[in-house]
């Protein structure tokens, strides 16, 4: 399994930034995709999801209407559009492929790669 999330930086509140997630070939295209984050001194955390088919993303409550999930099967590749950041969206941003048990989603592997940093700030 191989993920490399990037895209992360700097931003104040009120921006914009979009993360990518490149995902190893043999993984990616059978999988739903799902971003997560962990923010210092929190547990990672399922930010937005989207199946295999590029239908049907589901998001967290905190970013819903601000951040917006797409997929490019062909590049092997998730993007994580976000907007009007806030400062508790700082964290390390990662990707995974993801799997729905028991009606709630979960990581399928336990592999996360090295994550991006984002950062919210003024």
């Known amino acids: 399994v191989q993920l490399q999330a990037s895209g992360g930086g700097l931003v104040q509140p009120g921006g914009s930034l979009r993360l990518s997630c490149a995902a190893s070939?043999?993984?990616?295209?059978?999988?739903?995709m799902g971003w997560y984050r962990q923010a210092p001194g929190k547990q990672r955390e399922l930010v937005a999801v989207i199946t295999s088919g590029g239908r049907i993303p589901k998001y967290a409550d905190s970013v819903k209407g601000r951040f917006t999930i797409s997929r490019d099967n062909a590049k092997n590749t998730v993007y994580l559009q976000m907007n009007s950041l806030k400062p508790e969206d700082t964290a390390v941003y990662y990707c995974t492929p993801t799997e729905m048990v028991g009606g709630s989603w979960y990581p399928r592997y336990n592999y996360w790669g090295q994550g991006t940093l984002v950062t919210v700030s003024s």
């Open positions: 070939g043999s993984i990616f295209s059978i999988n739903a």
